[in-house]
């Protein structure tokens, strides 16, 4: 064959030569030499032998660069992750590498001439009977999904692309274990499910907003961007989600009571700026109701310069109106303290004054700084606490103490007062002073006068007594001397 190939390209050199020599040697021109045309044939038989050498080497070189890429194919063939399969229309096993070899779990030589089917399980024979024949008869690539059952291994599902070859005798098949890729997918659609049902069933809203790169001249406003809120959100704020997406984000802003609009873009306007997450509680007017709302979110920025925030809305309104009821509880109770007649003292566990009245100060003389920066001790004298300690104790164990004791004043002025105290459910103490200094005055003035009407008392009866006995004695007199009773 090789040395056909050279008369060959002997035959073309030696007319290019004679063209060559045709276009030198025109009518013109002197005829060569002998001499000459010896040379010239020797030159042109050694330029031939050149020429069959250098086409030997290029053979040569063909021929090692097959091989190798024959062995580069048959490396790629054998020991591909994947499984490659020849099939005939019969589906017999032409072909197979060591992947595929080791999904049908036999040796290769045993499995040429097998037929693939043997190997698919029986809910999957129609659908790989049905690829087969289109792969044949449309000519253009097909897939489709199979299990294959290999002795008591477990089931392996495989994706199958096959593609007719050249010859239309049989196709080409590559097989690829998806058993991973259908765990990864169940568990992503498990992932994607619980996240639905986390944000789907959540008690607040869920929204997520983009900021844009700030531009000079552009508010935060036109700047943002609504991405995503989920339904809790939008029934939170009484948006249909629809109306809600159409309109974006002015649509929400919309929603913002008019009083509180100012603060509410000024405050994520400083957040955007500071890069802090964001909290802030805030009045929705839908209609002629209030609602409060309160909204918490962090910020995540991006590669362009903008700012995704993703956060949490909280329907706030029954909590704001129960510590409004409390605000105005506690405002009716520090009324009520304040029109008290008596004095009012409460102090913390250990004792320090946290609230006080307007009659404890001026009952005291001190001021309300003054006394809040006192304890209850400090009311009394060094002796008045020797003779009468104050009873925590008997407090704390939820009895209502009252006792007297002379309370001292700014001026030095003692004062004798009535206490009546008590411990309240958060560990503090409670307890009104009375003034009784004049009550206590009046009592001594009674008590003194009860005792000298008991002196007069005494001294009338003694004085009765002596009447009597001495008349006693002047009838006795009288009736000795025969007289009339005068007693």
Known sequence: MKKDNNSDIAGILRQKAEAILDKKFTKGSLPLSEVESIKLVHELEVHQIELELQNEDLELANDQAAEHASRKYAELFDFAPLGYFSISKESEIIEVNLCGAQMLGKERSKLRFSNFCFFVSDNSKTIFHLFLEKVFNSKTKQTCEVVLTVGDAMPVSVLLNGIISENSEQCLVTATDIDELKAADEALKKSQELYADLVSNQTAGIY????????????????????????????????????????????????????????????????????????????????????????????????????????????????????????????????????????????????????????????????????????????????????????????????????????????????????????????????????????????????????????????????????????????????????????
């Open 208 to 487: 997520r907003i983009l900021v844009q790169k700030p531009e000079s001249g552009k508010s935060i406003l036109d700047s943002t961007r609504i991405e995503f809120v989920n339904d809790r959100f939008c029934e939170i704020v009484e948006i249909d989600p629809l109306e809600f997406l159409n309109n974006e984000i002015a649509k929400f802003f919309g929603r913002i009571h008019p009083d509180d609009i100012e603060e509410f873009i000024k405050s994520n306007e400083i957040a955007q700026q500071e890069f802090k997450p964001y909290f802030m509680e805030s009045r929705l007017l839908i209609g002629d109701r209030i609602k409060w709302m309160r909204f918490e979110s962090c910020a995540r920025r991006l590669e362009d310069g903008s700012t995704r925030w993703t956060g949490i809305a909280i329907d706030i309104t029954d909590r704001k109106k129960a510590e409004e009821a409390v605000r105005m509880n506690e405002e009716k109770y520090r009324m009520l303290l304040e029109f008290a007649t008596d004095a009012f003292f409460q102090g913390d566990e250990n004792g320090n004054l946290i609230i006080v009245n307007s009659v404890a100060i001026e009952l005291t003389g001190f001021s309300r700084d003054e006394l809040l920066k006192m304890n209850m001790k400090d009311l009394f004298s060094t002796e008045t606490l020797n003779e009468k300690p104050l009873k925590y104790a008997q407090v704390k164990k939820g009895e209502i103490v009252k006792s007297e004791r002379e309370l001292v004043c700014k001026d030095k002025k003692a004062v004798i007062v009535e206490m009546n105290s008590r411990m309240m459910p958060d560990g503090t103490f409670q307890s009104f002073f009375r003034d009784i200094t004049d009550r206590k005055t009046i009592e001594a003035a009674l008590n003194r006068k009860l005792s000298e009407l008991e002196i007069y008392y005494d001294l009338a009866i003694t004085r009765e007594r002596k009447m009597i006995a001495l008349k006693s004695e002047i009838n006795l007199l009288l009736e000795r001397l025969g007289e009339k009773l005068k007693y």
